[in-house]
């Protein structure tokens, strides 16, 4: 089974600039997220998609970021302008459902670096 | 609201030696606990999990349980290997949150 791929690896901007990830998650799974990860701390989650509809956005910065996933598939994560702290590995993961017992399966993540 | 804490990292041990590496939580309800394992260069894997009280996750050697008296999901393992040199997170869920602590950078030297 194919698993979570995410595209770019590795990606340098400059800041004030755009940038989007994409991920393409593992085929039939539901719930898609996107985690943040800054050096030396634990994924945090930016959003949260059930199918094509968001769960959680709480901790999205809207001025700056936004994601969709259209048709409840792969999902784009963009920022615009970039900022220096939004360096970071940002996480794409999906899994089947939401219940207690399921796993979510992460992608290599996308490297940010913001100059 | 939820939160995972893990204890600070790096961690340095000698190959055959015994690990922990604790982790406590703090959320309402019953959440599932998780561990998940980051080699380096690749993603996030889950390594075990607990979904319920005195439950015991194991794999690949490492085990831990949910203790819910104390709120915590400990890892540990018997004799490390320099193959398990990675970063651990300890993870909960409820309901459809994911909440990762920190994570503990694991050396294994032979």
């Known amino acids: 089974e194919a698993g979570v791929a995410q595209s770019p690896r590795y990606k340098i901007i400059e800041k004030r600039q755009s940038v989007a990830f994409w991920c393409n998650p593992i085929?039939?799974?539901?719930?898609l997220y996107w985690y943040q990860q800054i050096l030396g701390q634990g994924p945090k989650l930016l959003i949260q998609?059930?199918?094509?509809?968001?769960?959680?956005d709480s901790q999205l910065p809207k001025d700056r970021f936004s994601a969709e996933r259209l048709k409840g598939v792969d999902s784009t994560l963009k920022i615009q302008p970039a900022k220096l702290e939004d360096s970071a590995v940002y996480l794409c993961?999906?899994?089947?459902?939401?219940?207690?017992?399921?796993?979510?399966?992460f992608g290599q993540g996308t490297r940010l670096t913001v100059v | 609201g939820d939160s995972v804490t893990q204890m600070e990292g790096p961690v340095t041990l000698s190959e055959e030696a015994f690990l922990t590496i604790n982790c406590t939580y703090t959320?309402?309800?019953?959440?599932?606990l998780f561990w998940y394992v980051q080699y380096p260069g690749e993603g996030l894997q889950l390594l075990l999990k607990?979904?319920?009280?005195?439950d015991k996750g194991s794999n690949k050697g490492f085990e831990a349980t949910y203790r819910k008296e104390t709120t915590s999901f400990h890892l540990e393992k018997g004799s490390v290997q320099v193959s398990d040199s990675a970063v651990y997170f300890c993870?909960?869920?409820?309901?459809?949150?994911?909440?990762f602590g920190t994570g503990t950078r694991l050396t294994i030297i032979p």
């Open positions: 607990a979904t319920k009280a005195d």
């Open positions: 959320a309402t309800g019953y959440p599932s």
């Open positions: 993961a999906s899994s089947p459902g939401t219940g207690a017992n399921t796993e979510a399966f």
């Open positions: 998609f059930q199918n094509n509809g968001v769960v959680d």
């Open positions: 085929s039939g799974h539901a719930t």
């Open positions: 993870a909960l869920r409820r309901g459809e949150k994911l909440t």
